[in-house]
């Protein structure tokens, strides 16, 4: 099995999810929430029309009117739309909590994909998809929760750190952990090189983590998940 290059190492899953090509398999409609650039959400939407992600994007959302995220999402054809997030800042309000939800149900979503969404989502958004909304965060969790996650690691003196594709619940970074991927922490880095470096790793980790999703190999045991290898 061939070592991909540079200082990611795949796991089995990973190179079995990525070398499967998807069939028939029925996909599994997505709606992701984001403020910023959107190259999550671009490596998800690229390993789709790869084929290697039995999934569709049915919806694109941001809370920010100018977010990259939607120009990007525009130009792929796919359906993106700005709902303003209300009074508050760190939440939704109630009318826009409500009117995400509609949306997303509008639009058939299944799974909920958080990527680099500003907004924390609590009681009602959860319930409304009970252990349907994913997240990924710049660290090694249950290390370097929050904010500029890269630049605690750094100012740390951690040697390793990278980025963790969670389930969301009612706490902040704190649900059960569905994928990691390491990156090394280099004696030259700074905070952008090194949240280049796990940005990288993202977009390697997140559509792997969607499709084994996708495909129904992952299930949650009580805080943790299993991911069931497929051979
Ligand atoms: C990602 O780096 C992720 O770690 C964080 O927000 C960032 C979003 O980046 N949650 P992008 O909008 O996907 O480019």
């Not at 969670?166 to 090194?194: C, E, K, M, N, Y």
């Amino acid at each position: 099995m061939r070592t991909p290059p540079g200082p990611f190492r795949l796991s089995r899953l990973h190179v079995l999810l990525r070398t499967r090509p998807v069939s028939n398999e029925k996909k599994l409609r997505l709606g992701i929430l984001g403020s910023g650039k959107g190259s999550n959400m671009v490596a998800i939407a690229d390993s789709i029309t790869a084929g290697s992600v039995p999934a569709e994007i049915a919806l694109v959302l941001a809370d920010v009117a100018d977010a990259g995220i939607l120009a990007r999402a525009q130009e792929r054809g796919l359906p993106a739309k700005f709902i303003p997030p209300g009074r508050f800042r760190t939440k939704l309000d109630e009318t826009a909590e409500a009117a995400y939800i509609a949306a997303l149900k509008e639009a058939g979503v299944e799974l909920v994909v958080l990527a680099g969404f500003m907004r924390i989502l609590k009681g009602e958004f959860l319930r409304a998809f009970p252990q349907r909304v994913i997240n990924i965060h710049p660290s090694l969790l249950p290390a370097f929760p929050g904010l500029e996650a890269w630049r605690q690691a750094l100012d740390y003196g951690v040697k390793f750190t990278g980025c963790t594709v969670h389930f969301v619940d009612q706490g902040v970074d704190t649900g059960p952990i569905i994928g990691q991927q390491t990156v090394p922490v280099l004696s030259r880095d700074d905070a952008d090189t090194l949240h280049g470096r796990i940005q990288f790793a993202e977009r390697q980790l997140y559509p792997v983590a969607i499709s084994a999703l996708a495909r129904g190999l992952v299930r949650v045991e009580g805080r943790k998940t299993v991911t069931q290898a497929t051979e």
